[in-house]
Each structure stands twice: as C-alpha cells, then as structure tokens.
C-alpha cells in the first residue's frame, strides 16, 4: 500500500524542541510561565493585535469571548452556517440561541446582505443579538467592512473566529483584530500547531485581563484563594507555548507552501469539467489552508463522494467541506437565514489534502488519482 497522504498533518520548523528544552530546563513545566508570555507577545506581532491570551483550545476563546461580551441566556448570537460545530458550540454554552447565516460565493464566508436583511428584521421586532460570530473559512477572510458596520450600527459585538485564518489578510490586516475579539487555534490539523490550543485576541487591555482572570480559576487579588465570580481552567501550558513559538517562525513559509499546494492543484485539475476551486476574494490573502474545489456532478459525471473515495481507496485522505450547522442534528429548531449556498457547497465541495511538507510527487500522486476518476467516465 502506498504512503498515507493526510489532509492537513503537522508540520515542525525544527525550532520548537530549543524552546521545549528551555522549559525541561527550568523545570517550567505548568500551566503559564515565560514561554506562555513570549508567544503571547509574538503572536501580537505576527497579528497587528494589542493584546493576546494563550488557552487551552480555540473553542475556550470562543467561550471566554461571548462570556465577556454579555451574553446571556436566551439572547441570541448569529453564526456563519458554514463552519465547524466549535464555532456554534460555545452559544449554547452560555445558554445562548444561535442564528445561522448563509454563505456568499465571492469567499464562502458570511453574506454581509443576508445579515443586514435579518438585523433590520430583528431590529423592527425589537429584539437584536447580542454578537455576531463571524467565521473566516479555510485560511479566507470574510467580507468584514460592511459587517463590522452593521455591528456598529445596531451596537453588537463582533466576535471574529480566526481559527483557520492565521497568516491571512483583509485588506492588508490580519483578520482577527477587526472585532471586539478574535480567535485563533493551535489544533492538530491548523496552519501552525501546539499539538492542542487557541489564543484570543483584542486591542482592550481591559478585557483581555477579564479573560484572563476567568480562565485561570477567577481567582482574585488576595494572598488567600479569593473568588467573585465562575471562573475555568483555561490556560495554556508553558510547554505548548514553546511549540508554538517555534511555529511562529514557520508562518510565513507555511503559507507560502500552502498557496503552492493551491496553485499545482490548479495547474494539473484546473481543465476538468464542473471543477471549481474556491475563489479568492478581492479584498484579502487568501492562505489556503485547505485546497478545496466544488465538483458539480451534471458536468462533471461524478459526484464529490465519489472522488473522495476513490483517493480514499489510493491511501489519500480528502474531506467534504463542512456540513452547514443548519443541517445538524444537534441544531435542529434553531433559526437560519437562508442556507441554499452552504448546502449547496457542502454537497459538491471536497478538500484535498493541503499539508504544508507536501512533496511533488504526493501532490502529482492526489492529482493523478483525481484524474483518473474522471477519465473513467468521460
Ligand atoms: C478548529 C476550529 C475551531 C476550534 O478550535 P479548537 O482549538 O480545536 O478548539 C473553531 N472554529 C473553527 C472554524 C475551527 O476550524
């Protein structure tokens, strides 16, 4: 059997075991210590962000962000449609009502139309969210000027999830620091990884130093353990940071060889027919954390899941695109505005595998397989 090829593997730069020593050296090995603070800062840099918090997952930064920014049980926050369950998850957490929102075509991201339409109609029947969950899909900012006005209009608060988006730009910036929060993950299969994390972002000092008081047990100022209010067991520990400090220098060059995964995917499937790969919006840098194309089956004469399980069957791991939160089991009875985009993209959507150490001939191996489908039935 050939080789596995996964979809989105690790990736080491090689620096990250100095820091890991750093930390066996000092016997460090707790949650917070200097390697938490100097990714934190690091990240700062890398982001344009005034101020970071490294956690345990990205889904904790969800949930300390909507914590912070008074949402309370039965309000209601409104959500991309098309992402991952972490993303809606943490609404329900604070006892919270999501709202689903479909997808444009111009990025797959949130459709700053529909949002306006549905905030109008809330706003005539006098009851408005309390923040928006505005997700950048796939290494791709979404359209974030005109949401973050309608934010402003109405007074809620933008909570941006940037899990897969690190390394990408609206308009020059990262995405991310444009909200009241960002969020960003450290998981396994992310652009960079701590093997497991996330950090929250925000240019308030005040409220980064909030989140960062729950997170750790909310223990107040006393030489006694002295507690005001609920708090988490949240941080991150000192030996992930030093893996993600070592990351952190991988970036740039992640992202590069993401984009020329993207770019020999183009090249060897562009021609054939019903194949459409996602499109890069105008207003940013897209990273490509993922290659991902839509497969429309009338022209194509396959469907997605065939080809995903014919690479499947070549020892390839490919994935469809996120079934949309409207259509989960777990989400049914909650509202959503429209929808036919996301499921539409679900359907004929597939990821290819996109890992930053992909060789040539892994790349020429996921093509040829995909290819070959397709001459069977032309
Ligand atoms: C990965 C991911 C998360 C959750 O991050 P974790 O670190 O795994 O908790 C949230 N939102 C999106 C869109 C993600 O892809």
């Excluded at 993209?345 to 790349?363: H, I, K, R, V, Y």
Aim: proline fraction near 6%; charged fraction near 20%.
């Amino acid at each position: 059997m050939n080789k596995r090829i996964y979809l989105s593997p690790p990736h080491m730069s090689g620096r990250e075991q100095e820091f890991v020593q750093q930390v066996f050296a000092s016997n460090w090995i707790a949650p917070l210590g200097p390697q938490v603070d100097a990714f934190e800062k690091e990240f700062c840099q890398v982001t344009g962000a005034k101020h970071a918090l490294a956690l345990s997952s990205g889904t904790a930064a969800l949930h300390l962000a909507l914590l912070l920014s008074d949402v309370n049980p039965e309000d209601e926050v409104i959500v991309s449609t098309l992402t991952f369950a972490a993303s809606a998850n943490p609404i329900v957490y604070v006892g919270a009502r999501p709202v689903f929102i479909d997808s444009e075509t111009a990025s797959w991201n949130m459709d700053p139309a529909l949002l306006a339409d549905t905030l109008k109609r809330k706003a005539a029947n006098g009851r408005l969210p309390k923040a928006i969950i505005l997700v950048h899909l796939y290494g791709q900012s979404a359209d974030i000027d005109p949401i973050l006005a309608l934010c402003q209009e109405y007074g809620i608060t933008l909570i941006e999830d940037a899990a897969e988006a690190l390394g990408a730009a609206y308009k020059g910036k990262s995405p991310g620091i444009f909200g009241k929060a960002g969020i960003f993950s450290f998981n396994g299969n992310k652009i960079i990884t701590t093997s497991g994390g996330g950090m929250l972002i925000s240019n308030d000092g005040d409220f980064i130093a909030h989140a960062r008081k729950l997170a750790t047990q909310a223990r107040d100022p006393a030489p006694h353990y002295e507690h005001s209010e609920i708090g988490y067991n949240y941080r991150m520990s000192n030996v992930l940071a030093g893996i993600g400090r070592g990351q952190l220098f991988a970036l740039a060059d992640h992202v590069k060889s993401l984009r020329r995964n993207f770019d020999y995917y183009v090249e060897a499937l562009g021609d054939l027919p019903g194949v459409q790969f996602m499109p890069e919006a105008p207003w940013g840098r897209h990273t490509r954390w993922l290659t991902t194309l839509t497969i429309d089956p009338q022209q194509a004469g396959v469907d997605r899941e065939t080809v995903r399980l014919a690479l499947e069957a070549q020892n390839i791991e490919a994935r469809p695109v996120w079934k949309p939160m409207h259509l989960q089991p777990v989400f049914a009875g909650y509202e959503a505005v429209g929808g036919q985009v996301a499921e539409k993209l679900f359907a004929d959507g597939l990821c290819l595998p996109s890992g930053s150490d992909l060789t040539e001939p892994e790349l020429a191996r996921v093509s040829n397989a995909v290819r070959t489908v397709f001459a069977q039935v032309q």
